[in-house]
């Protein structure tokens, strides 16, 4: 599910549910309305490339996952997780739960 939030000073965020309802990604805040359209449109072509997903691994040892768009921009980020393959089952949510939004 995606859930698309206004901050409190005004900027657009999206976020992205899994079907339990977890948060499995937020987006950046973006200051524009047309840059925010621009990359929920393209949510669609992200979702089908495996090079917009850059895993990383945090200094203690947790593992989180950020969304590019297809200039390599960061768009997201997940939340931490405790295991590698813990972060590659979010990923695979986040792409399940993209294709249902989308």
Same mark, same amino acid.
């Given at each position: 599910? %995606?859930? #698309?939030?206004?901050?409190?000073?005004?900027?657009? =965020? *999206?976020?992205?549910?899994?079907?339990?309802?977890?948060?499995? $990604?937020?987006?950046?805040?973006?200051?524009?309305?047309?840059?925010?359209?621009?990359?929920?449109?393209?949510?669609?072509?992200?979702?089908?490339?495996? %090079?917009? #997903?850059?895993?990383?691994?945090?200094?203690?040892? =947790? *593992?989180?996952?950020?969304?590019?768009?297809?200039?390599?921009? $960061?768009?997201?980020?997940?939340?931490?997780?405790?295991?590698?393959?813990?972060?590659?089952?979010?990923?695979?949510?986040?792409?399940?739960?993209?294709?249902?939004?989308?």
């Amino acid at each position: 599910m %995606l859930k #698309i939030n206004q901050t409190d000073s005004g900027k657009l =965020q *999206f976020e992205v549910f899994s079907s339990n309802g977890g948060l499995l $990604m937020k987006s950046i805040e973006f200051d524009s309305k047309s840059d925010f359209d621009t990359i929920v449109q393209k949510l669609d072509s992200i979702k089908n490339s495996s %090079l917009s #997903i850059e895993r990383k691994t945090m200094l203690g040892g =947790q *593992f989180v996952f950020h969304l590019k768009d297809t200039n390599s921009r $960061m768009v997201g980020q997940s939340g931490t997780y405790s295991s590698e393959a813990g972060m590659e089952n979010g990923i695979n949510n986040l792409l399940q739960n993209l294709i249902k939004a989308t």
